[in-house]
Every structure is written in structure tokens, then in C-alpha cells.
């Protein structure tokens, strides 16, 4: 009397197939769970025993054995109790065992019957595509997300009940059509309605928040209070290019096994944007805890990461970005594995130039003291500084600049001219592992940001004159080529390079303070 179940679990943002077996003996009533199960999967007992009962089924009067293999890998998460209550009725005889034959099935018990969500759908879709499996039965909250991969067909209930009646012959499956994700609401895609003409004057940090879109580079503002800095940060999604297919799965993989993918939109629409508030820790920022659950910067992937009041972060989160900036994923290594997330992200930070924000401000005097600036400005150290390719100084906006009726331009009208740099990027790179001038490498720099002999003449002064360091060197090369990109230049010319040297400036100016 033994029956099996293929269901499936999630190890970092991969999944993998596990089997879920059930043997029925003579002998004292216990129901046992081996295989490696965490506490939430040995309460599965309970909440199957208590839904079979409340669903008007026979729990077996007998010795009942529930095995997870592969018995090697630890099971997390509440995903197997559909499972474990379909084999445990399967090998009672009470319902046939061919309607679940190359079924994948997930899904959460209620103790009446209920069906609930499960994270990782999306990834255990994909799965099963890849796997050549033909169905997969999900609750229904989690079908639209199921049916966002396509190519497998999506088996929906609402419980425990309508489950054994299909599969009993009583009543027909609920199959969900393929998702188009062209079809989605384009109001969830329009980023909360903010747009780029809200910024008045600005035109310098407008500038760079443009050429940080287009080349996908790090961004940070440095002003008082008030000046606009949030606002710009914010309105960066609204002229980044659309996500393709692939980003957007990527993206939505990791909102998935996080749980915090929107039910009614089961594959991103716009590009991610994370605001986490400085009080947040370490593994918050860069994932992990006792669950190694994807932290910030996986959750940003393919998107935004905004960190405002950049110094007021704990010194240890902020280092922690250092790795996932310059590799494009993050590894956490615990006692019991390494998981590995994706982490490909725009990070775009704001602060203030000293603790009470106006320090060299024209209009405002700085109430702080040299030592305080000082270990105010040390708080983010010059490594991370170093990885951020933009650095932007923004000056409070003129009273009668907000309050005239010039506007900027519209973020429909920028995000057409990153789109086709970005188009220009992708072309150049096709072949390679690189989406954006931003994740070149130091080879395809050399590659591609070849400059005109006046460029190589100005930016040999500006090395010398700035100081950058190799990493530096790079980043302004990379900056320049995007510039280049953006007026439609073959070549890096002096031009490009000014401006990217430009936003470079910042590293001297902060050294000055520093030792002050």
C-alpha cells in the first residue's frame, strides 16, 4: 500500500523535484514524516489529518510513513500537505492514483480543506516545463502565477474536495489558460503614476539620472534637505527600458520565493523598486536569516535599489553591497549549503553633505563642526564610493523655478532615447553575458570603449588631476561610452569623457572635507 506523489521545493531561487511517498502498514496509529523536514513541514500531519476529516474523507487507521526524497536535502515551507493528503488517499485506495500520473503538486492545507498559496509557484513552473511534465496542480491563488511560464498545463482547486472529485471523475479539472503578459493591466506597469516633468529646474541631476538609465550605472545625490533628491531617485523606473521577457521572469522568480509577488500580477510588469529604510540589517539588505530568504538586493534584480540617507545605514549592510555590485549576484554561505541569488541591480543612493544638511549651501549656514562632518562623510567608506559610477551634487531648486509653468520633459520622451541606447548596448553585446554598459567587464572595456585621440589626450589630465583609482578608470570609461551611446557616437569622443569625468568630481571634493 504505498503511493507516490511528484511535488517539487525551491533551494535559493532553483528548483528541484522531490518525491513524495507515502506507505500505509499495520500497526500502532503514527503519522511520520522523514526525509529532512523542517518544523512547518512535520506540522503538516495535523493540518492534513484535520482536513481530511473536515472534508468528509477517512484518515487510515493505520501506520502512515511519509518519506521526502531526496532524503539528503533539508524541506522547508508548507507546500507538501496536498501531497502528502492525495498519497495518503491514493495508497488507502480511497481515489485512483493515474489523474495525478506526471502531475506536479504544491499546495497548502486549511483544516477544513482549503487551498492556499505556496511561495516559489513561479520557480516549480518553469521547473516542470523544463522537466517535460505535463500538469501541475496548484491552489488557485497561485494559478495565474503557475500559468505565467507557459507550456505547462495549470491545474487549479479551491480545495481538498474538488480535488478528489476531479480525480474521482465527478466533476471536470479546471485547466488556466496561458498567461499573456502584454495582456496585464497597464496601469500596475505605469509606476504609480509619477513622471519626470514633476521635477522642476534640476537639469544637471535629470542629466545623470538619464544616463544612469541608459547605461544601467550607480547613481548617488548628494544635497540638502529638500532639494529633490528622493524625487529624482523615484522617477527613475519611469524612463528605464521595459523589461524584457527573460528580466522580467528573473525578477518575478525572486518577488516569488520571497512571497511577495502580487497575486494579480503574476509576472512584473515594471521594473523592481526596493526603498528599504536605513533601521534595516544586514541580512535584510543582503539576504539570509535562518531561512536564507533573498534580501534587498535580489529583490531589486533587474530593477532599483534606493537607498536614502545613505549614511545613517549600518557600516556592515552597506559593505555587504560591495560584492553583489561588482558580481551581479550574492552568496550566502550557511552550516547546511550555499545558496546563490541574483543581484543585478541600479543602486541609486541620496544623502546630505553633513549631519545638518547644508554645509556649503549659498542661501544657509552649516551649524556642524569639522570633526562631525568628518566622521559623518567616513560613515560610507571610499571602497563602496569607488563602485558608484555617478556622482551627482544637487542644489535646492529656486522658489519661482517651482512655481512656474515650464516643465521638463515628459519621462515617455527620455525613456525613448535610453531605450534605443540600451538597443545600441544589446547589439554590440550580442553573444556576450552582458546587458548594459554597466556590467562590462574590465575586457570589454578595452573592447568596446575605444576613444578618439582628444578623448585619450583629456582623459590621461583627468586621471592625473582627480586621482581615480583602476576601478574609477573603468567606470568613467564605461560612463562615457553610454554618453556616447546616447548621441548615437561610434566612437568615445572628448566630449563624452568630460562629461563622464565630471561626475567624478565628487571624489575630490569629499576628500577635501574629509580632511578638513
Given at each position: 500500500?504505498?503511493?507516490?506523489i ?26 511520520a ?10 506540522e ?19 501506520r ?31 481515489v485512483?492514483?493515474?489523474?495525478f500520473?506526471g ?29 517535460g ?17 507557459g ?28 498567461v ?26 535629470r ?9 544601467g ?15 529624482l531617485?523615484r ?5 528605464a ?15 516569488s ?6 497575486p ?11 526603498a ?71 543602486l ?9 544638511g547644508?554645509?556649503g ?9 569639522a ?24 542644489e ?7 512655481r ?12 525613448a ?75 568615445v ?24
Open positions: 500500500m504505498l503511493a507516490t511528484r511535488s517539487g521545493a525551491v533551494v535559493g531561487v532553483e528548483a528541484y523535484p522531490v518525491d513524495v511517498e507515502v506507505d500505509l502498514a499495520k500497526g500502532m496509529m503514527v503519522f514524516t522523514v526525509g529532512l523536514p523542517s518544523s512547518a513541514v512535520c503538516s500531519k495535523t493540518r492534513v489529518k484535520s482536513a481530511l476529516q473536515n472534508t468528509g474523507l477517512d484518515f487510515p487507521q493505520k502512515v510513513v511519509v518519506n521526502l526524497a531526496p532524503a539528503h536535502i533539508r524541506k522547508e515551507g508548507t507546500a507538501f500537505d496536498l501531497p502528502m493528503a492525495l498519497g495518503i488517499l491514493i495508497a488507502d485506495g480511497q485512483p492514483a493515474a489523474p500520473e502531475v506536479l503538486v504544491v499546495g497548502e492545507l486549511s483544516l477544513d480543506g482549503g487551498l492556499r498559496g505556496a511561495r516559489g509557484v513561479l520557480p516549480l513552473a518553469a521547473w516542470a516545463k523544463r522537466a511534465l505535463g500538469r501541475l496542480l496548484v491552489p488557485e491563488e497561485s494559478g495565474a502565477e503557475a500559468a505565467a511560464v507550456g505547462v498545463e495549470v491545474w487549479v482547486a479551491r480545495d481538498l474536495e474538488e480535488v478528489v472529485c476531479v480525480a474521482r471523475g465527478e466533476r471536470p479539472a479546471r485547466l488556466l489558460p496561458p499573456d503578459p502584454s495582456a496585464l493591466s497597464a496601469a500596475r506597469a505605469a509606476a504609480g503614476g509619477v513622471d519626470l516633468a514633476d521635477v522642476r529646474g534640476q537639469e544637471g541631476a542629466r545623470a539620472l538619464e544616463v544612469a538609465a541608459a547605461g550605472h550607480n547613481l548617488l545625490f548628494l544635497g540638502p534637505p529638500g532639494s529633490g533628491k528622493t524625487m531617485a522617477r527613475l523606473p519611469t524612463i527600458p521595459p523589461l524584457s521577457f527573460e528580466e522580467r521572469l528573473e525578477a518575478s522568480v525572486v518577488a520565493v520571497a512571497g511577495v509577488l502580487p494579480d500580477e503574476p509576472l512584473l510588469l515594471s521594473r523592481p523598486f526596493r528599504p529604510h536605513h533601521s534595516l540589517s544586514q541580512a535584510a539588505l543582503a539576504g539570509g536569516g535562518p531561512l536564507c530568504r533573498p534580501g534587498e538586493v535580489s529583490l531589486a534584480h533587474n530593477g532599483v535599489l534606493f537607498l536614502d540617507e545613505l549614511p545613517e545605514f549600518k557600516r556592515a549592510a552597506l559593505e555587504a553591497l560591495r560584492q553583489p555590485m561588482e558580481d551581479g549576484e550574492i552568496v550566502i554561505a550557511r552550516a547546511h549549503g550555499v545558496l546563490t541569488y541574483p543581484a543585478r541591480f541600479a541609486v543612493a541620496a544623502m546630505n553633505p553633513c549631519p545638518c547644508y554645509y549651501d549659498p542661501k544657509r549656514a552649516c551649524t556642524c563642526p570633526n562631525a562632518i568628518r566622521a559623518y562623510l567616513n560613515r560610507v567608506s571610499g571602497p563602496l564610493l569607488d563602485r558608484i559610477d555617478l556622482q551627482v551634487s544637487v535646492a531648486v529656486d522658489p519661482l523655478t517651482l512656474g509653468q515650464t516643465q521638463g520633459e515628459r519621462s515617455e520622451v527620455v525613456r532615447r535610453v531605450t534605443a541606447a540600451r538597443a545600441r548596448q544589446l547589439e554590440r553585446f550580442r553573444g556576450l553575458d552582458v546587458h548594459s554598459n554597466g556590467q562590462m567587464r574590465p575586457s570589454e572595456v578595452r573592447r568596446f570603449c575605444e576613444l578618439t585621440a582628444d578623448a585619450e589626450a583629456l582623459f590621461a589630465r583627468a586621471i592625473a588631476r582627480l586621482g581615480l583609482s583602476a576601478r574609477a578608470h573603468d567606470r568613467v570609461l564605461k560612463v562615457s561610452r553610454t554618453i556616447a551611446d546616447l548621441a548615437g557616437a561610434e566612437r569622443e572628448a566630449a563624452h569623457v568630460a562629461e563622464a569625468t565630471q561626475y567624478r568630481q565628487l571624489d575630490r571634493v569629499w576628500a577635501m572635507q574629509g580632511a578638513a
